[in-house]
């Protein structure tokens, strides 16, 4: 199974620079495989990016909604077939990596969360969101080739935008928001598609243009240009302002992140410093909050302003340990407590900030934690890849999805998330910059047989 993503990834170091072309044999393998592994592949792509609970009726109170049994079953029986999968000797010794760091990070979540007011509940949590992060380590060893990748990944999001597409069409009630809607009624005639929310569907479309221009090099060019129009089209239509805006952004950066190293640590750390003072700082300074306004920009971010200092308050009260995972927001003490009648923050079902709930699920230090593993690690990957010349249309998927969402996450609270495509697809991008990095190192320290042809 494991030869699968080596081969389709990269050529060995003898093929050629930046290995971009796949080896005949590596079509062979491909055109052969496993009709097992690929049923796999498009069913875990189908529960994340699907899920299991499409075409969401919003005029529902969603509190009121509770997942029927046969789904959690079905989503526990889906994660046990990629556990036996992801055991099998080549895999195991490949996935979930940094594995001293991941468990560093799952075992503080674990400590805070047995630490929490509701520790069952925080501890259940934590293991929903360990069984996703494996999940996606598993995710990439399971096509054969890169041109099976390519077919299988495009054609599943091809589907995903074409179900949008149908919704629109013959279910309007259930794929575009209406004046009925229970939250969010003054979003009525944005498109959200299968999607609960127009901002979740305007992340996906921005992550399907990213897929398509993938596919413009490793599969059809036909097919990548009309997924990325059809994409952008639809993006447009959710009115989903910050996706619209960062998908040309986050383009134009990829590129130069290629050509100009130098700039990578300052535009990571410092792009996302800078766009959570912009963002979170603003709510809690009050001369930066001045000169923001005197700018015409909505200091209050569409109401999220409130929920940050919140937030930031909370975190100042545990900031070792933090609330436990997932054990804040929605709590019946913050929802009935006094605040609710001085505050509408305190029903907030989250941060909008990924950033500032990694601090209050674990406290600072999983914040730094989640920092080191979502900013650092990547980075140190991308190095080893500069070093291999490994720069190929699938290396700058990863960092295009990477990029989006790293940013995306000044505002949207998308770490660790249990279910959905957002975060899934970003873990997917962060793991395939890790297999690409260790890949090129073993082959050109003519690493053991054992995986020197698996990967060739």
């Known amino acids: 199974m494991l030869a699968g993503f080596g081969g ?47 075409f969401v009726d919003t005029s529902v109170n969603p509190a009121l909604a509770k997942p029927a049994l046969w789904s959690q079953l079905l989503a526990y029986m889906l994660f046990l077939i990629v556990v036996v999968y992801a055991m099998t000797p080549r895999v195991r010794s490949v996935i979930f990596q940094p594995r001293l760091l991941l468990a560093v990070v799952f075992g503080w979540l674990f400590l805070t969360a047995a630490l929490s007011v509701d520790p069952l509940g925080a501890v259940r949590r934590v293991l929903i969101a360990l069984t996703v992060c494996i ?26 935008v074409g179900l949008c597409y149908f919704g629109v069409l013959f279910l309007p009630r259930l794929a575009v928001h209406q004046l009925t809607d229970f939250l969010e009624p003054q979003h009525a005639g944005r498109w959200k598609g299968i999607y609960v929310q127009k901002n979740e569907t305007g992340v996906v479309m921005a992550l399907s243009c990213f897929v398509g221009i993938y596919l413009m090099s490793a599969w059809s060019r036909v097919a990548g240009l009309l997924l990325i129009v059809a994409s952008c089209f639809f993006l447009l239509r959710t009115g989903a302002k910050t ?25 990571v750390f410092g792009g996302v ?59 019946e003490s913050l929802v009935n407590s006094d605040m609710r009648t001085l505050n509408w923050a305190v029903r907030a079902v989250d941060a909008h900030n990924a950033y500032v709930d990694a601090a209050m699920n674990a406290g600072i ?48 609270s998308i770490f660790l998330a249990r ?24 082959a050109s320290r003519k690493a053991e047989p054992a995986y020197g042809p698996a990967y060739a």
Not at 243 to 267: D, H, N, Q
Not at 308 to 322: F, K
Not at 373 to 386: C, E, F, G, Q, R
Not at 419 to 442: C, D, E, H
């Open 8 to 54: 389709f990834c990269y050529d060995s170091p003898a093929e050629g620079r930046g290995g971009e072309r796949m080896t005949r044999d590596t079509d062979e393998v491909a055109s052969s495989g496993n009709f097992g592994t690929r049923l796999l592949f498009c069913c875990v792509g189908c529960f994340y990016w699907i899920t299991l609970t499409p």
């Open 135 to 160: 999940s996606a380590s598993a995710f990439l060893m399971l096509p054969k080739g890169e041109s099976q990748f390519a077919r299988l990944a495009g054609g599943g999001v091809i589907l995903i």
């Open 243 to 267: 996706s619209t805006a960062m998908l040309p952004g986050i383009f134009l950066l990829s590129i130069f992140f290629e050509r100009w190293r130098w700039i990578r640590i300052p535009v």
């Open 273 to 331: 410093g800078l766009l959570n003072l912009a963002t979170v700082g603003v709510s809690t300074i009050a001369p930066l909050r001045e000169i923001v306004a005197a700018t015409g920009i909505d200091t209050t971010y569409t109401a999220r302003a409130d929920i940050w200092r919140l937030a930031l308050d909370a975190i100042a009260q545990h900031p070792i340990t933090g609330y436990g995972f997932g054990s804040f927001w929605g709590a």
């Open 365 to 412: 230090p999983g914040l730094i934690l989640m920092v080191i593993w979502v900013l650092a690690t990547p980075l140190k990957n991308l190095s080893a890849i500069d070093a291999a010349e490994n720069f190929t249309p699938l290396t700058r998927l990863f960092l295009r999805i990477w990029l989006f969402s790293i940013f995306l996450a000044c505002l949207e």
């Open 419 to 442: 279910s959905g495509p957002i975060w899934f697809t970003m873990m997917v991008a962060m793991f395939g910059l890790g297999y690409q990095a260790r890949y090129r190192i073993r």
